[in-house]
């Protein structure tokens, strides 16, 4: 197991090795660390639509960033305590994702990307929020209250949005 942390406070490809310390990309028994930065522009790191990322664990930590899922991502545990975590019309599965601090879980209305997208055996330990999207549900979805405790929200709002 490595850990492993984001380097690039741009942004950019999460399958470009030069963009982690160590030198390399994230695999599946390993974690990926995206560190506060002390960078004050937003920048995006993305998991493109070709692509599909296994991992033991990703941590966002950085209120400027964004982690974009147009790809496939399995991982078993997502901790958001800053920054932004969008299902940008891609797959999350088998994970527990978890948001906390100014962290957002963003399933939808977001500019830039396609709404939505899958959630295959995920379960979430925050408030989930659908708005302006379809969320394709599979193998179940689980919503609790934070730290896993507790009853869980979902609110599902805007002018088009779904949940199947």
């Keep these: 197991m490595t850990a492993y942390t ?8 999460w399958f470009i090795p030069t963009n982690w310390t160590p030198n390399g990309v994230p695999g599946s028994s390993d974690t990926a660390t995206i560190p506060a930065t002390g960078v004050v522009d937003a920048y995006t790191i993305t998991i493109s639509t070709v692509d599909s990322v296994d991992v033991d664990s990703i941590a966002l930590n950085d209120g400027n960033a964004t982690l974009a899922v147009e790809g496939t991502l399995f ?3 997502i901790t958001v305590t800053a920054g932004t975590f969008e299902l940008a019309g891609g797959t999350i599965e088998n994970a527990t994702i978890s948001a906390s601090g100014t962290g957002v879980l963003n399933l939808g209305g977001f500019t830039g990307f396609a709404a939505g997208g899958t959630l295959q055996g995920v379960t979430v330990q925050s408030p989930l929020a659908v708005t302006d999207a379809t969320v394709v549900v599979v193998d179940g979805l689980h919503v609790t209250g934070a730290g896993g405790t507790g009853p869980g929200t979902v609110t599902i709002s805007g002018g088009d949005q779904s949940i199947l």
Excluded: F, Q, Y
């Design 6 to 13: 984001w380097n690039s406070p741009t942004g950019g490809d």
């Design 75 to 77: 991982a078993k545990t």
